[in-house]
């Protein structure tokens, strides 16, 4: 009889854990104390194992369903361990002979009588579901190699998404996109940090990573560094003395998109963490010095979070403060808010799919009618009235920068039209997000980086793609003097 390894172990402890707290898989794998007695490797495979049978949950409920004779009756602590079985055996390159024997020893730990079950199961999916994956997988790539539309069926199997979001996502992005991101959306994401340039500059930034383990690979803006070693990074100190701030290659270049100018005023809304709020500050800084920068959000508890975060560098030219951002444009606003603005930056709530790698219960939680465009409590209509209250808070001549991280033209393009053709938005003009002067300072390098992903319409629009980017959606408007 095998022993489960540590690692799958570890993983089904995890998945257990999220179920019956109703918690985020990737939050639970930092906290959990069993991954910092792995090895590198053997964490990889846990990381892998949880965050891929999250992301391909309903998928896998699915397939296992399609097995059992009585699938309501499965235990959820045994559905844990074979959704954990399930996907290493669909979707990971281990074994089918390595990948049965652990799974079967996996639900043996939570249920020895249920050993026989999964050994019945874990074979039809080798039979039959584990070869449909690999189909799948080598016409998706085929249509990436040869720049061909791809089947709805094979992105949602490829991606363990369901079919509804496939189609979106088909709709949305043209074909060789569509299946870069299907085969890159089970695979680890890139890990990017930004110096602080409040607090370090580039290179001292470099050294501490360095110093830390992390093997930081310098990129091409100035401050920003790949990780090939980013496990370690939790214990460098590092984030948590705001030296280095994690965030997407995508969203560094969005941010640069919405640089201001030194000294200038720039509104914030949806500050979050305040991680834009840091890269906005790093990309006035390198024009010549901050802006002077009064953020919003609507959560108090992040606006207390930002205001931490911002202390480590920052504190004389950011402002944070709770506020509704569909009021803006409304009576009552306090006296920070109730004026012009040379930029407005606003990062609007959205569905995420350009970072469902990093957020594995999007696909199977999100509920489709939230992308509609007529449903009044939906988020284009949300998107819609943040970009409009926040629009009149811009100056003559101001910037108004509106981003997302999805991929969905419903919550991009689409929001971005719709204002433009709106009272509110008539005064405004559409400007190349690559002419940006954030991004027109940088060195050429980067501007080309972001240039690959601006659109003919001029706006910004990166998709995941292994070893890439998350998906960043942002449009740049000019209001006219």
Not at 34 to 63: F, N, P, Q, W
Not at 123 to 130: E, N
Request: hydrophobic share 45%; aromatic share 4%.
């Amino acid at each position: 009889m095998a022993e489960v390894s540590p690692s799958r172990a570890v993983a089904l402890a995890v998945v257990s854990r999220a179920r019956r707290r109703d918690a985020y898989a990737r939050e639970l794998l930092r906290a959990a104390p069993e991954m910092a007695r792995l090895s590198l490797k053997a964490r990889g495979l846990a990381s892998r194992l949880v965050l891929g049978s999250t992301a391909c949950r309903g998928l896998l409920d699915a397939v296992l369903d399609s097995h059992l004779r009585r699938p309501r009756d499965l235990e959820p602590r045994v559905r844990d361990a074979l959704r954990v079985a399930c996907f290493e055996v669909m979707y990971l390159e281990t074994s089918p002979e390595v990948s049965v024997s652990q799974g079967v020893e996996l639900v043996r730990t939570v249920a020895r009588r249920a050993s026989g079950l999964a050994n019945a199961v874990l074979r039809k999916v080798v039979s039959c579901d584990r070869p449909r994956v690999r189909s799948a997988r080598e016409r998706v790539t085929a249509a990436l190699a040869g720049g061909v539309p791809v089947s709805v069926a094979d992105v949602s199997l490829v991606a363990g998404m369901p079919s509804w979001l496939a189609a979106r996502l088909c709709a949305s992005l043209p074909g060789p996109q569509a299946a870069a991101m299907a085969l890159a959306q089970l695979e680890p994401a890139p890990a990017w940090v930004a110096a602080n340039a409040g607090v370090c500059d580039a290179a001292q930034a470099y050294t501490r990573l360095r110093e830390s383990g992390t093997a930081p690979v310098p990129v091409a803006l100035p401050g920003s560094f790949l990780l090939e070693k980013p496990a370690a990074l939790a214990r460098s100190g590092l984030v948590g003395s705001v030296d280095v701030v994690v965030s997407d290659l995508g969203s560094q270049m969005v941010s640069r998109i919405g640089a201001p100018a030194p000294g200038t005023a720039l509104l914030e809304v949806g500050q979050g963490r305040a991680t834009k709020t840091i890269l906005l500050e790093n990309a006035a800084a390198a024009l010549g010095g901050p802006a002077k920068v009064v953020a919003v959000d609507l959560s108090e508890s992040k606006v207390e979070l930002a205001r931490e975060r911002v202390s480590h560098g920052w504190e004389a030219s950011v402002t944070s403060m709770a506020w509704d951002a569909r009021l803006l444009d409304g009576p009552g606003l306090p006296g920070e808010l109730d004026r012009s603005f040379d930029t407005v930056f606003c990062d609007v709530p959205c569905s995420g799919t350009g970072t469902m790698r990093r957020h594995p219960e999007i696909p199977w939680t999100l509920d489709p009618s939230v992308l509609d465009a007529d449903n009044p409590d939906g988020l284009p209509a949300l998107q819609g009235r943040i970009l409009e209250a926040a629009s009149r808070r811009v100056a003559p001549g101001g910037t108004l920068v509106y981003a997302t991280c999805s991929v969905l033209d419903e919550e991009g393009p689409a929001v971005v039209d719709r204002f433009l053709d709106s009272p509110a938005g008539r005064g405004f003009r559409r400007e190349d997000c690559g002419r940006a002067p954030g991004v027109a300072a940088a060195p050429v390098p980067f501007q080309g980086m972001v240039r690959r992903w601006v659109l003919p319409s001029g706006d910004f629009a990166s998709v995941p793609a292994t070893d890439g980017p998350d998906g960043h959606f942002a449009a740049r408007l000019v209001r006219r003097g």
